[in-house]
């Protein structure tokens, strides 16, 4: 009766290990299925890639090719160019107009100019004829004055000689001033 | 011969255990995935990656066209900016322009224009330009200087509206430098000039 017992638990021990075997192999054919699914999408997935790839190139070249082809690009590009450069241009524009009064109203017309020499480096070189060293003098002082020295400053006598012409004595000085270089920029309109 | 014994391997009690199939698929599964589906993985990755590259580029590229109409369209709406520009900074640094328009200036405040000297004129092609006869906007371009010296002689008030009508020219005109020379009959003005071309570049 023992014996009877013991056949029927090994038997069903045997059972049990030949599903667990049986088992064990449906998991390994399992994933076997599933990398060789996975290697399928993966074998699609680039196929349509690829595709595309090619889809997008295609469009990308002709984009590019029609971009380089449009003339009024061309134009636009000119004309960016143009608008830029006037704008700086404009930006860094000096206005002369102003200098002349500017210079007259300062030395209140005391002097004769025989010459002016000036440029957008802001030295100015003048020369002045007055009668006298007196008025020489008297010249000068009007830089001393804040009224007066706020567009013309620092101003160098180069050189102060006295000559007699038509029998009348002239006093020539050679002067180098400093030009305020906001005298000549104005707010463009 | 040969297949009788695959066949008898195949048939025999060995092959026949479940757990020695599964250690072979397993192994099989294995391999397959090393050297097939890893390659093919990372294949697949770049392929991806480049597609997403160039689908950026495509997308920059139809954002880049979509702004260039809408430019285009911009500039065919502002054409009278851009006759303003075209005076300001014209396309040609065509130099009897210049002569004609510093002579108007001058003749208008009424001086006398005694000399005009433009430097720089054998940079530029100023008439008969036949790569520009097909797409007049072709080519580079650059921002190209001609430096105009003029003497006159007048007045300090005559040369004061000369200046001011160089301030107010539609083209824009620098004054670089001056001097102011008096002698017995008339004051001199000898000045320096900068007007500005957007030209072909020359250097290219």
């Known amino acids: 009766m023992a014996e009877i017992n013991l056949l029927e638990t090994q038997g069903r021990l045997n059972a049990v290990k030949e599903q667990g075997k049986r088992w064990l192999l449906r998991i390994a054919t399992l994933i076997f299925v599933v990398a060789l699914g996975v290697y399928g999408y993966l074998f699609f997935s680039d196929r349509s890639s690829q595709k595309q790839i090619r889809e997008n190139r295609a469009v990308i070249l002709q984009a590019q090719s029609d971009l380089e082809n449009n003339r009024q690009r061309s134009e636009l590009i000119t004309r ?23 210079l007259a109203r300062v030395t209140l017309t005391s002097a004769q100019y025989s010459s002016i020499e000036t440029g957008t480096e802001g030295d ?66 | 011969m040969q297949s009788n014994s695959l066949s008898t391997i195949a048939n025999s009690q060995q092959m026949q255990n479940p757990i020695l199939q599964a250690i072979l698929l397993l192994a099989f599964t294995g391999l397959f995935g090393w050297f097939i ?37 911009q500039m065919q709406t502002a054409q009278d900016d851009i006759r303003l520009v075209d005076e300001a900074v014209p396309l040609s640094s065509r130099p009897t322009k210049i002569a004609v328009l510093i002579e108007a200036y001058a003749r208008n405040s009424a001086l006398t224009l005694k000399q005009l000297n433009i430097d720089g004129l054998d940079e530029h092609i100023s008439a008969g ?18 430096n105009v010296t003029a003497n006159v002689s007048g007045n300090i008030e005559q040369f004061r509206n000369f200046l001011q009508l160089l301030e107010q020219s539609g083209r824009i005109i620098d004054v670089d430098s001056m001097i102011v020379s008096s002698d017995e009959e008339a004051i001199q003005f000898n000045i320096r000039l900068k007007t500005y071309a957007y030209e072909l570049n020359t250097s290219l």
Request: no cysteine; glycine share 4%; charged share 20%.
């Open chain 1, 124 to 189: 100015m070189f003048v020369t002045v004829t007055v009668p006298t060293y007196t008025d020489a003098e008297k010249f000068l002082q009007v830089f001393d004055l804040p009224e007066y020295n706020q567009q013309f400053s620092n101003v160098r006598v180069l050189a102060l000689s006295q000559t007699q012409k038509d029998n009348v004595l002239q006093t020539s000085m050679r002067l180098q001033l400093i030009l305020n270089p906001n005298l000549l920029r104005r707010q463009i309109q």
């Open chain 2, 37 to 73: 589906l890893a390659p093919k993985f990372t294949a697949n990755d770049v392929t991806r990656t480049e597609l997403a590259e160039l689908k950026t580029q495509r997308q920059n590229l139809e954002a880049d066209q979509v702004e260039l109409n809408r430019l285009i369209a």
């Open chain 1, 80 to 102: 960016q160019g143009q608008l830029k450069s006037a704008n700086k241009l404009l930006g860094e524009h000096l206005f002369w107009s102003g200098l002349l009064p500017e």
């Open chain 2, 129 to 146: 330009n036949k790569d520009l006869a097909d797409n007049q906007f072709g080519g580079n371009r650059a921002l190209a200087t001609i």
